[in-house]
């Protein structure tokens, strides 16, 4: 998988998405925790100096800004957050960044919803032959607007540890 790409770098909040990463066969030197001070010198030194070309922003805020500076002129950004900041979005643009924004609900608006379920039903049949491992998760509560603000909390902290969020209906 991450193996595939000649190299990649990555930043994790947890040792247990350090792990996940090194099972997936990312070597340890291409692994940051975004808690670092300095973040972008230590982003360009992982990949010898050089400004990417790439980069998947999935936090958004001040990540997208960090992912705005260490990416090349004319490179790729690719946004599932909806949160550029404004900094972010004026590096993006001096650049000529190509933005390509992600967003799954956008099917929902269309009430396309044969899309989430074919999706869903390729992971199940991916789990059940063993290509991949389903993910860890935390149920926490009934499906009600305190879980919903619940969830929303912990997204926001990143207090996830990891786990994809369940609430039970």
Do not use: C, W
Not at 40 to 50: I, S, V
Not at 64 to 79: C, H, M, P, Q, R
Not at 88 to 96: M, P, Q, R
Not at 148 to 161: D, F, G, M, P, Y
Request: charged share 20%.
């Amino acid at each position: 998988m991450a193996h595939q790409f000649q190299k990649v770098t990555a930043t994790v909040g947890s040792e247990e998405n350090r792990q996940i990463l090194l099972g997936l066969g990312l070597k340890s030197d291409q692994i940051i925790s975004y808690k670092e001070e300095d973040l972008a010198t230590k982003l360009l030194k992982a990949n010898n100096g050089d400004l990417f070309d790439f980069g998947i922003d999935l936090v958004g805020n001040y990540m997208s800004e960090i992912t705005a500076e260490v990416l090349k002129i004319n490179g790729t950004y690719t946004d599932v957050t909806a949160l550029v900041s404004k900094d972010a979005h004026e590096i993006l643009f001096n650049k000529g960044i190509l933005i390509m924004n992600i967003s799954n609900y956008s099917y929902s608006m269309n009430k396309d919803y044969q899309y989430y379920k074919g999706g869903l039903e390729n992971i199940s049949k991916l789990i059940e032959n063993g290509t991949i491992s389903p993910p860890n998760y935390k149920i926490i509560g009934d499906l009600s607007l305190d879980t919903v603000l619940k969830a929303h909390s912990i997204l926001k902290n990143n207090e996830t540890q990891g786990h994809k969020l369940i609430m039970k209906h």
